[in-house]
């Protein structure tokens, strides 16, 4: 993760989804009680540990 420091300020990060994964997106984020930012990070955090083959 970032410093304490790049977290604070933050950037935007703007990119086009299906009205569908949104949908789902936020859904998942009410049900589990995390913000959206919060679920990305998550997910990228997951993502990064899984080996790729196509590397």
């Known amino acids: ?3 304490t420091a790049a977290k604070e300020s933050g950037v935007a990060l ?3 989804v299906s ?3 949104r949908r789902e997106f936020k859904l998942y ?3 589990n ?3 959206q930012k ?4 998550l997910a ?3 993502l990064k540990l899984q080996p ?4």
């Open 19 to 21: 009205k569908e994964f």
């Open 33 to 35: 009680n995390l913000k």
């Open 14 to 16: 703007n990119f086009n």
């Open 29 to 31: 984020a009410v049900l």
């Open 38 to 41: 919060e679920v990305l990070e």
């Open 1 to 3: 993760m970032k410093t």
């Open 52 to 55: 790729r083959s196509d590397r």
């Open 44 to 46: 990228f955090a997951a």
